[in-house]
């Protein structure tokens, strides 16, 4: 009886070895090219992230480096477009886009524009700057509000501050200072039904902010005296 099942077990064995091969001998090709092109999608990944994203980050870094130290200082004109030797917001944004450095430029090249009064070119920039900083984003929300409201692009000024004032209501800060700013534009163009809705809110959860501590007599200019 152990004779029989050694005999079973070894034609088993010989059948699964049997189809394996069938199975190579059909398939190899497909295989080597599967397994080929595994190894150039995983070896290309590594490789653009090892030689050519962080390299381009570090380059980036360092380029934008000079151009904040002039921002800090106010030189804005330097800010944007470099000195002799280093680059600007402007350059660094252009030759480094997609990196972390090139997008942090973008915010800092619409807030220089913004101060300087070039209104286009501050919406351009700030609308070309992304982040996952809710914080941040609400910021430049506000500075497109700003640049939108300067030039008198009302409608499109209120859009941004109501969403700056409503991307991070944690900030208890600046949150009510964009609504309010929301608030203030809707009331000059005879929205004031829009503006008393957002003075309310400022009223509701924002009651011990600046604004908030004085938002009554703006609702009471409105007719609102509850």
């Known amino acids: 009886m152990a004779d029989v099942n050694q005999v079973q077990q070894t034609e088993e064995r010989n059948e699964v070895v049997d189809r394996m091969t069938g199975f190579w001998s059909k398939n190899n090709k497909a295989i080597v090219m599967a397994f080929a092109a595994l190894i150039i999608v995983v070896g290309g990944y590594f490789g653009y992230k090892y030689l050519v994203k ?7 870094s360092d380029a934008i480096f000079r151009a904040e130290s002039y921002y800090r200082q106010d030189s804005l004109s330097l800010a944007l ?13 252009s030759k480094f886009s997609g990196t972390k450095a090139g997008n942090i430029a973008n915010f800092y090249a619409g807030d220089c524009y913004l101060k ?6 501050a919406i351009k920039y700030l609308k070309a700057f992304s982040t996952s900083s809710k914080q941040f984003e609400a910021r430049a929300l506000a500075l497109l509000g700003d ?6 692009k009302k409608e499109e000024a209120i859009d941004q501050y109501k969403k700056a004032g409503t991307l991070f209501e944690k900030d208890d800060y600046n949150s009510p200072e964009y609504l309010f700013r929301a608030g203030l534009l809707s009331e000059t ?31 009471a200019r409105l007719g609102v005296t509850e």
């Open 54 to 60: 962080e390299p381009n980050e570090k380059k980036a």
């Open 81 to 93: 477009n470099g000195d002799n030797v280093n680059p600007g917001f402007v350059k660094v944004a």
């Open 116 to 121: 300087l009064g070039d209104y286009a070119n």
């Open 147 to 152: 640049a939108y409201a300067d030039s008198g």
């Open 189 to 219: 163009i005879g929205k004031t039904k829009e503006a008393i809705e957002l003075y309310k809110t400022i009223q509701t959860k924002y009651p011990r902010s600046e604004r908030g501590m004085s938002i009554d007599k703006y609702l």
